[in-house]
């Protein structure tokens, strides 16, 4: 059975991630402030779930939340990757419109975008697909999508997706 290691799986989006791929994949949750999980053989996929949301200007918790727990665990699991892996990461359909008084989201978000993006340029030589989910909310019927999402993304029948930033629609 293939491993995925995921960020923010024990989160409201993780209740409803993890027990879909759980059907396909070992799950490993990397938690944080813990040391990353222990890896005893090829990873298939990371999974960014990990995340927060605030208005205003609340620049460091955005940059903390968005930005860094992604490349804290980018950092420690794509070495472990096997050829063929996958990233995929949840960000936000905000990004593409920009709407005021949540300038500081906005922008943690975009830069994960970019980070996505250039990971798949990155890890092409490896046939490693980076992929990002933006949805506009994450309400239940929302969450059910992104887990079919997560589940296609990491499946073989996504072979050649990579560098997409993917909008989902309510």
Do not use: C
């Amino acid at each position: 059975m293939k491993s995925v290691v995921l960020t923010g799986g024990t989160g409201h989006l993780g209740a409803v991630v993890v027990p879909r791929l759980e059907r396909e994949y070992e799950i490993t949750l990397m938690r944080r402030g813990v040391n990353p999980p222990l890896l005893t053989a090829p990873v298939h996929g990371l999974v960014l779930l990990a995340g927060a949301f605030a208005m205003g200007n609340a620049w460091e918790a955005m940059i903390e939340a968005n930005v860094m727990s992604a490349a804290r665990a980018i950092d420690a699991i794509v070495p472990h990757l096997a050829e063929g892996g996958r990233v995929i990461a949840v960000g936000a359909s905000v990004t593409l419109s920009a709407p005021p008084g949540i300038a500081a989201y906005t922008a943690s978000k975009s830069a994960l975008n970019g980070i996505i993006r250039t990971l798949a340029n990155e890890l092409a030589p490896r046939r490693i697909a980076a992929n990002a989910l933006l949805p506009p909310t994450l309400d239940a019927k929302l969450m059910n999508d992104v887990a079919e999402w997560i589940a296609f993304l990491l499946s073989e029948q996504s072979d050649g997706v990579t560098g997409q930033l993917i909008e989902l629609r309510m």
